[in-house]
């Protein structure tokens, strides 16, 4: 009985140390207003802040055991700001304005065990709501050390502001094949109206993507985050960025498309597909701009278009659409929804966000679709007041 003791603890080993090197949340001090909730990636992370504060200090949580270098609290310069003064002749006043040049900081995570690093690139996005997108920036998803599929991103003032995408649900069904970034739904492609473009694909996910539910993947863009959710798959794109302090009037671009030869759908037990005869792939472009609240923090795949927060829409409509190879130009001017009007003092709080959809099916949320159905976009501007 003495030894019994001695016998069990033996038998009984220490756990191992813990091998992730992961950022799990973040959040500034009370001075600095999050506007959003932070936008973290396998590599960086995007700080939506309010605050005229350069000098910010995060703090970070990790994975159980993991440390951070510099360490969590470190004041740090995460962008600097530029006065401008002009002068107004029509009212003989000065105009004041400020320029915010984004310094992005790098941090290094170390896991328990001390065998992983990853370094991750944090960047605060401040006062800036995007005007342009041209698609030609894009920079790679690093998985394991390899360049996996690409992001694209727009730089306002100095601030990446990231598009989102399904790509990383898509690489979950796509990585045993060894795919190269042009095999996603969603990537780069030359010859648009200017420079590069986006090109957007509706691939076959293969049996693993039927056996989630999931058998096609639409390329789709669309200015927000993605985050795997594979019980609710279209809950997986969290649509929408801050608006601040201005009001869309319109939005033009460039589109050229081409559906895929047959449209499918899930089956009702949802366990595999069926064509539909007779009908014809169409594409998806409009834009969104809806009140942020508690109990409606974001709008996803599932109520993009049907959301009663809701309050500006612009979108290219079904009867609008061409099927050709030659460059289209779209004006969709942003419409009041659900008898909504901006408020002012909202907008000026940030209780705004605003998001631009596209998708190369628009049934794709619903997993229904063409493959090769095949989007192209570009030089998409957004007028504000």
């Given amino acids: 009985m003495l030894l019994l003791p001695l016998a069990l603890s033996s ?14 949340g973040v959040t500034l001090p009370d001075s600095a207003s999050l506007l959003r909730e932070p936008v973290i990636n396998n590599n960086d992370i995007t700080l939506y802040a309010n605050t005229a504060d350069s000098v910010l200090a995060p703090e970070f949580t990790l994975t159980p055991g993991a440390t951070i270098e510099p360490a969590s609290g470190t004041p740090r310069k995460f962008f600097t700001r530029q006065l401008t003064v002009t002068h107004n002749d029509m009212t003989d006043e000065d105009d004041t304005t400020y320029t915010f040049t984004s310094t992005p900081q790098q941090y290094t995570v170390t896991s328990e065990d001390g065998q992983w690093k990853k370094t991750y690139k944090v960047n605060v996005v401040n006062n800036a709501t995007p005007a342009d997108f041209h698609f030609d920036n894009v920079r790679y998803y690093d998985y394991n050390g390899s360049p996996i599929f690409q992001i694209f991103y727009e730089t306002v003032a100095g601030q990446n502001i990231d598009w989102g995408s399904g790509n990383a649900g898509a690489m979950v069904t796509l990585m045993a094949s060894n795919p190269k970034y042009s095999d996603f739904p969603t990537s780069q492609a030359d010859n648009g109206v200017s420079g590069k473009c986006a090109k957007l694909t509706t691939i076959s996910t293969g049996a693993l993507g039927t056996m989630f539910g999931a058998p096609i993947a639409a390329g789709n863009l669309f200015l927000g985050s993605f985050v795997v959710n594979l019980q609710d798959m279209p809950a997986s794109t969290h649509f929408g960025i801050p608006l601040r302090n201005t009001v869309p009037l319109s939005m033009t671009g460039y589109y050229k498309y081409r559906p895929g030869a047959t449209y499918i759908r899930l089956n009702d037990a949802k366990n595999g597909t ?25 709008i996803d795949g599932n109520n993009s278009l049907t959301s009663p927060n809701i309050v500006l829409k612009a979108e290219l409509q079904r009867a609008e659409h061409q099927v050709g190879d ?7 001017p942003f419409e009041p929804q659900n ?4 408020d002012r003092q909202k907008l000026l709080d940030g209780k ?16 229904e679709g063409a493959v090769g159905s095949t989007l192209y976009v570009d030089e998409i501007h957004i007028n504000y007041e």
């Fill in 339 to 342: 008898d909504k009007t901006i």
């Fill in 274 to 298: 069926v064509e539909v005869p007779g009908k014809t792939d169409d594409f998806a472009i409009y834009a969104i701009v809806y009140e942020v609240t508690p109990d409606e923090p974001y």
């Fill in 352 to 367: 705004y966000n605003i998001a631009i959809i596209l998708s190369s099916s628009e049934g794709g949320a619903r997993f």
């Fill in 326 to 332: 030659d460059w289209v130009r779209f004006d969709l």
């Fill in 11 to 24: 038998c009984i080993k220490e756990e191992a140390p813990n091998s992730e090197a992961d950022i799990t």
